[in-house]
């Protein structure tokens, strides 16, 4: 008798902790959503500002040696500006386009498989600017962060 009460109480535990995951992955979902939709706004903003930022001040100061690594460190800080930004607009594509289901499958992989998800979802429905506009942003953080990279070494 004592060990069927074990067995049951151990089965509810588990039961439970099933539950409050359940809720929570929910809960993180949501929240990137509630992010997303309120912040993406003010992320393109800030993108913008440091774009125009690193092309106007930063580029001019990489060609002096006593400023480079400055713009080094300062476009590779702005390429998580840019990152964010395309992470915020691609939670809000998939959740738009594939709905809560896209978006958990998604944000399982390793948080960032919300931009290639994003990516899917916009191929599929045929949305070509926006893929060509993903493809641009992707590119302007890859470049911010090699080019980054070129000039600490140089």
């Keep these: ?3 069927t009460l074990q067995n049951i109480g151990s089965g ?21 959503v509630w992010f997303s939709t309120k912040m993406l706004p003010w992320l393109i903003i800030a993108f913008w500002i ?23 460190g300062s476009l590779y800080i702005s390429s998580y500006v840019f990152g964010l ?3 915020a607009w691609s939670v809000i594509i ?10 958990l499958v998604g944000l399982a992989i390793a948080g960032i498989g919300a931009v290639f998800t994003a990516f899917l ?10 893929i060509g506009s993903m493809v641009i942003v992707i590119l302007i953080i890859v470049g911010s ?4 990279s070129f000039l600490l070494t140089k």
């Design 85 to 87: 930004t395309l992470w």
């Design 145 to 148: 962060r090699l080019l980054a």
């Design 50 to 72: 440091v774009f125009i930022f690193d092309v106007v001040v930063l580029l001019p100061l990489a060609a002096f040696k006593m400023t480079r690594g400055f713009a080094a």
């Design 12 to 32: 509810a535990l588990g039961f439970v902790i099933f539950i409050a995951a359940v809720f929570l992955v929910v809960g993180f979902i949501n929240g990137a």
């Design 94 to 103: 998939t959740y738009q386009l594939w709905g809560f289901i896209g978006l």
């Design 121 to 130: 979802a916009a191929l599929f429905n045929g949305q070509w600017s926006t």
């Design 1 to 3: 008798m004592k060990e």
